[in-house]
């Protein structure tokens, strides 16, 4: 009963502190690749910070709040909304996030060479292909994780909503 309760009080943290960890992995890669060694506490605070906060209030948004309120109330629903929340808000975006980030940090200090206007998007879908590759298993572990949040979420609210209310005896 504790595990269920921190389950559904603090769910959207827990999803968004994975999203922090792929904002992190992802943002370690894209330095790693673009070889910038300076501003490393400045660039790991954003990618941790802002993943967080956008999973954690798109999954309270989106799936938590919904629940409570009753507009959500299909366990297959839910757990397609919190998938999704976890695959674009806490795994995808995070990635996408660390391509500026790190691009620009790249130019600032010219620690690789950055390509001409022409070749920008042909160059970063270039350097951002193993990062995706190497991000697939956090991503998806994220989307699974989420996924199944919203499925014990769901299971919780329905069990609480059939409990009779506290000093109610039932003859």
């Keep these: 009963p504790h595990l269920l309760r921190n389950l559904l009080e603090y769910g959207s943290t827990y999803i968004g502190l994975n999203a922090a960890l792929c904002g992190l992995i992802a943002n370690s890669l894209f330095r790693r690749i673009l070889h910038v060694t300076e501003a490393r506490i400045a660039a790991s605070l954003p990618m941790a910070v802002i993943p967080f906060l956008t999973t954690t209030v798109s999954y309270q948004s989106f799936v938590s709040l919904p629940l409570s309120t009753g507009e959500l109330n299909c366990e297959t629903c839910t757990m397609t909304r919190s998938g999704l929340v976890g695959l674009v808000m806490g795994g995808l975006y995070p990635v996408l996030l660390a391509i500026p980030l790190n691009g620009g940090l790249a130019a600032r200090y010219g620690s690789t060479p950055l390509p001409d206007k022409g070749n920008i998007l042909n160059y ?16 998806l572990l994220q989307t699974v994780l989420a996924a199944y949040l919203g499925s014990r979420q769901y299971k919780l609210l329905v069990k609480a909503l059939q409990l009779p209310e506290p000093g109610l005896e039932t003859h």
């Design 124 to 139: 970063w879908i270039r350097v951002s292909k193993p990062v995706f590759r190497k991000m697939l298993f956090p991503i």
